[in-house]
């Protein structure tokens, strides 16, 4: 997961710098947002969410031959309806860019533009939900490399297919470089799930074109699936409806700004939010299974203490450090200092909603563990309406711009997790709540700590050494070592539980 993250920020930074924050890059988000919402709902969502434990819950009890059958079953449904909803979608994609990004009218072009760039990228929304159900399988296998790996791989192909297609063959085939990255993607996610059947063929999985919709662990997943999405969908719902604000601000950028921000910040996300939250739901979904709720209980608290004690400091780093690592990473080309100065904020923002965008990730497939998919859909609705009323006040009496849109998105899901840890808390009589608290002050603490050191220390490279690009490079290189020893130093003093799990786990992962 790590490596999708890094390989990801890779491709933003190529993106950065072939073409800024502007007209272009604000088409291609929009074409390539509306099935990447897909993406996230299913790869990281609804579709583990319901299908592992249903999965898991099969292959344990009736063996793999009845797994493979409901495998095959789950393949075969999601290429009727996700292909059915690809070609609607091509059919309605003016409805769908209106919808999302009015203000694109503003800017002549643009809206076509748009429009061109959604029909090309729609058909990765069916490549990203069979290789999101291949995940599934592998990971109820106890196989987590291999499906960890697969969006690493749609990075780099997403990159190197664009890249050849748009500047390579495009000018002797008439493809816009734009064009050639649109294509690039379709081509990653096919290759994302080519990079996963050697794995699923290894363990017996072979697909076979397989209707019946009236299997009864079918029509489980799927009704779990339904209110599962809405309950996966606040982040990312959220995330659109502030990309429609963004539209409005007029001139070219806020829509990249906040895009560019966004995905510096899922780096650490991924990393931790959504790598503890995948290694959490086939535990608690056996825990569950067999009526074991003090090992849910236990399971979930480290799950919990360790997801905070992992996105604390790195939110900290990133209000700290942010604009120094955007100036390093993204500038240049057509990525000018005032686009620098614009995402950093963006970033200081989105990076107070760190911790709260991971705790969802870990949360919502407990409730899908305990077969309860109705609470985080209402919480998830309940979220959008919020960050809609925030959003809407933010734009109209302050002249906070898109920074007000980045606090809206962080402050709603920070609500969202808080609201259904409460929710869960009392469900389950308890996560060890009084530990739990006990750590994340102390961790906050830490943090604090950490942040006024790299802050003094960041200050203090700039005087002696400026701020050119190698002058950048030497401030994260001492900073951030400094502030994982402050922070190291801190907790050890402070003596947080959860330290010592996250070093056992460093050294096995060795």
Request: charged fraction near 10%; include cysteine; hydrophobic fraction near 55%.
């Amino acid at each position: 997961m790590g490596m999708s993250r890094i390989t990801g920020l890779v491709r933003e930074i190529v993106m950065a710098r072939l073409f800024g924050a502007g007209f272009v890059y604000d088409a291609f988000l929009l074409g390539f947002r509306i099935p990447n919402l897909t993406r996230d709902l299913f790869a990281e969502g609804a579709l583990s969410s319901a299908f592992v434990p249903i999965f898991t819950q099969t292959l344990e009890q009736k063996g793999r031959k009845e797994a493979a059958l409901l495998s095959n079953l789950v393949a075969t449904g999601l290429i009727i309806v996700v292909g059915l909803f690809c070609l609607l979608g091509i059919v309605f994609t003016p409805a769908w860019v209106n919808l999302l990004a009015s203000g694109f009218h503003q800017v002549p072009g643009k809206f076509e533009l748009s429009l061109k760039l959604t029909r090309i990228m729609f058909a990765f929304l069916l490549l990203v939900a069979l290789a999101a159900q291949a995940m599934g399988v592998l990971n109820a296998c106890n196989h987590f490399a291999v499906p960890a790996l697969a969006s690493t791989f749609f990075n780099i192909g997403s990159v190197v297919f664009g890249l050849l297609l748009g500047y390579v063959a495009g000018p002797h085939i008439g493809i816009e470089p734009i064009t050639g990255m649109a294509v690039g993607v379709v081509l990653g996610g096919a290759l994302q799930l080519l990079w996963q059947v050697p794995a699923l063929r290894a363990e017996g999985f072979r697909f076979r074109p397989t209707i019946n919709w009236g299997h009864p662990m079918l029509r489980k997943i799927f009704r779990l699936m339904g209110p599962a999405i809405i309950g996966n969908a606040a982040v990312q719902i959220n995330v659109l409806v502030i990309t429609n604000f963004a539209s409005r601000i007029p001139g070219n950028g806020p829509v990249s700004w906040l895009a560019y921000s966004f995905r510096f910040m899922q780096l650490p996300l991924g990393l931790f939010g959504v790598a503890i939250a995948s290694a959490t739901l086939p535990a608690i979904s056996r825990s569950a299974g067999i009526g074991d709720f003090d090992q849910f209980r236990r399971t979930l608290s480290k799950s919990l203490g360790l997801v905070f004690l992992l996105t604390a400091p790195s939110a900290v780093g990133l209000i700290v450090l942010g604009r120094t690592m955007i100036a390093a990473i993204y500038q240049g080309g057509k990525f000018s200092a005032f686009d620098t100065d614009q995402t950093a904020v963006a970033l200081s923002c989105y990076a107070l909603g760190l911790a709260g965008y991971s705790v969802l990730k870990v949360l919502n497939p407990a409730f899908y563990a305990l077969h309860d998919a109705r609470t985080p859909m209402l919480i998830s609705l309940l979220s959008i309406a919020v960050n809609y009323l925030i959003a809407s006040v933010l734009m109209r009496y302050t002249e906070l711009g898109h920074a007000g849109l980045a606090l809206s998105t962080a402050a709603v899901a920070t609500f969202g997790g808080l609201t259904l840890f409460v929710i869960l808390r009392n469900r389950i009589d308890g996560i060890y709540g009084r530990n739990l608290i006990e750590s994340i002050w102390k961790i906050a603490l830490a943090a604090a700590i950490m942040g006024v050191a790299i802050s003094m220390s960041s200050h203090f490279a700039e005087a002696w050494l400026g701020t050119g690009r190698l002058a950048q490079l030497a401030d994260l290189a001492i900073s951030i070592p400094l502030g994982l020893l402050v922070f190291y130093g801190a907790c050890r003093i402070l003596r947080v539980s959860e330290l010592e799990l996250a070093t056992r786990a460093l050294v096995r992962a060795r």
